[in-house]
């Protein structure tokens, strides 16, 4: 796919293709994340939901536009802080989302990282999942893996703590 007007990774510009680094490093990072902590089968919906929310973090909270370049073991503790149960998450990858895309339209349009991301932000909402429904179990804890009420849940949802847990083990 050909983005003009966009520059390609070498800075020639002239209508080349743009790799969407960005991205593609935040989604590799998240995915030795999960992959390590073994939480989920890498086949299975749920990892790639702990990927892409996990993704959307490490990217979105690159406010310098140096993610190729940042060391994963420094950005830790920002990423928990973003993935903790208590903070707003939905609504901060909302405003960044916004943000980004306000920026992209000054310059030339959109990003293909911003491209990637917008997808995987679609695909974590509109997407639910099928999961123990915590709140209706007597003590919030389920008896077996299997037992208990089920309840769909938007991918995000689900994403978002395996996400958190897999740094957590990292």
């Known amino acids: 796919m050909l983005h003009r007007g966009h520059q ?3 800075g020639t510009g002239g209508g080349e293709l743009t790799v ?3 991205w593609l490093y935040a989604e590799y990072i998240a995915d030795e994340l999960l992959r390590t902590g073994d939480l989920m089968p890498p086949t299975s919906f749920e990892f790639r939901a702990g990927r892409d929310a996990l ?3 490490i990217f979105l909270s690159d406010t310098d536009g140096e993610l190729p370049g940042i060391r994963v073991v420094t950005q830790l503790e920002t990423w928990l802080s ?3 149960y208590d903070q707003p998450w939905q609504n901060w990858v909302d405003e960044r989302m916004s ?4 920026e992209a339209a000054e310059l030339e349009g959109p990003a293909p990282d911003l491209e990637l991301a917008a ?3 679609r695909w974590l909402e509109e997407t639910e999942l099928l999961a123990p429904d915590l709140n209706a179990v007597p003590g919030g804890t389920p008896v077996g893996e299997d037992d208990g009420p089920k309840v769909w849940t938007p991918a995000w949802q ?3 703590p395996l996400g958190h847990l897999a740094i957590h083990l990292f």
């Open 8 to 10: 390609s990774t070498d």
């Open 20 to 22: 969407p680094m960005a």
């Open 55 to 57: 993704a959307l973090t």
């Open 82 to 84: 973003l993935t903790a």
């Open 99 to 102: 943000q980004l895309t306000a």
């Open 119 to 121: 997808a995987a932000w």
């Open 158 to 160: 689900l994403g978002l």
